[in-house]
């Protein structure tokens, strides 16, 4: 059974940083594409960032240049550094794992940026 958990999050200043980790059981992810979603209140959940196996990454035009997502395939683990946090950044943060016809989803981390 392939299970996804999240780490990581947390309340933190504006301008302060998270590392956000979500590792993987059951299932290997170095051939996945990875991706981190989040789901502010009120909003849609939205992507914020994705991994494929080559290394590729893709990011929201809201989050380039203060996040960096990598993936660790020893560890079966997907990171997501975020940097410069703003209030706009709060949501539950989602870490999802695609191949094939097959998705999953972890549970979700909150990250409630405030001072």
């Known amino acids: 059974q392939v299970q996804l958990v999240e780490s990581g999050g947390g309340l933190v200043q504006p301008g302060g940083s998270l590392r956000l980790a979500c590792a993987a059981s059951?299932?290997?992810?170095?051939?996945?594409?990875s991706a981190w979603y989040r789901q502010a209140p009120g909003k849609e959940r939205e992507l914020v960032a994705s991994?494929?196996?080559?290394?590729?990454?893709n990011y929201a035009e809201s989050v380039k240049g203060r996040f960096t997502i990598s993936r660790d395939n020893a560890k079966n683990t997907v990171y997501l550094q975020m940097n410069s946090l703003k209030p706009e950044d709060t949501a539950v943060y989602y870490c999802?794992?695609?191949?094939?016809?097959?998705?999953?989803w972890g549970q979700g981390t909150q990250v409630p940026v405030s001072s």
């Open positions: 999802n794992d695609k191949f094939g016809f097959s998705e999953y």
């Open positions: 991994i494929i196996s080559g290394g590729r990454t």
């Open positions: 059951g299932t290997s992810i170095s051939f996945h594409a």
